[in-house]
């Protein structure tokens, strides 16, 4: 593709329900990451991905996040009973290969939790 | 642990005129790179600038240049001749060059250009 694409683009949901928030790579990307980015805040490291694998979840805030990533491809990240203080951008973004040291990020997307 | 400080929340600079944004931070280690990310309205976080640690010589992008002080932890980015274009925060971001994959982001400079 021509660049990472994330959908949506904008979500608003209600407190305790569950979101799923979708990154698409570009192809042939083998690294993956997702970040968060709160108002007035830098960027957070949520996860990374190496292929399908995520060799340390330690980033996540919380159990209520997880993220997989399937074919080498397309990553899913899921907030599972959402709470305000999820409301942030969040931000995907791929590259060749982990060690390769430039990113290439999508546009995001704005989750807010009423 | 490393960090990532910007100390400077918000700066203004007049068309065509040079701007500096500051970045220090803090490792134990010698061997990283450093960058700088323009974000502008449209969230798409975009490389600007890069620079490897054990270079000396100081990474330039035609307008944007950087000052790469090692021993000072300090890594400041000029932008010179300033375009309307170049309003956007700024992140400074810090990765250790093995060993890691974890990039290490400062809180970001919103740089508004004034006409």
């Known amino acids: 593709g021509a660049g990472v694409s994330q959908s949506p683009s904008n979500k608003v949901t209600e407190k305790g329900k569950d979101v799923e928030l979708r990154c698409d790579p570009i192809?042939?990307?083998?690294?993956l990451y997702w970040y968060r980015q709160s108002l007035g805040q830098g960027l957070e490291f949520l996860i990374y991905f190496q292929g399908n694998s995520a060799p340390d979840k330690s980033g996540l805030p919380s159990d209520r996040f997880s993220a997989e990533r399937t074919g080498g491809s397309v990553s899913t990240l899921t907030i599972q009973r959402t709470q305000q203080e999820d409301s942030a951008v969040y931000l995907c973004a791929s590259s060749l290969v982990v060690t390769y040291n430039e990113q290439f990020f999508g546009p995001g997307t704005r989750l807010t939790v009423l | 642990a490393q960090t990532v400080t910007q100390s400077q929340p918000e700066m203004s600079v007049q068309e065509a005129e040079t701007v500096t944004l500051s970045c220090t931070y803090d490792?134990?280690?010698?061997?990283?790179?450093l960058f700088w990310y323009k974000q502008p309205p449209s969230r798409q976080m975009i490389l600007v600038i890069r620079?490897?640690?054990?270079?000396?010589q100081n990474a330039t992008e035609n307008r944007f240049s950087v000052n790469f002080q090692k021993a000072a932890k300090s890594f400041s980015l000029k932008i010179s001749d300033s375009q309307l274009g170049d309003a956007a925060m700024y992140f400074c971001a810090y990765k250790l060059r093995s060993g890691t994959y974890k990039y290490i982001f400062g809180t970001g400079t919103r740089l508004k250009v004034l006409a």
């Open positions: 620079q490897e640690a054990y270079k000396q």
């Open positions: 490792t134990s280690e010698s061997d990283y790179y």
């Open positions: 192809s042939g990307h083998t690294a």
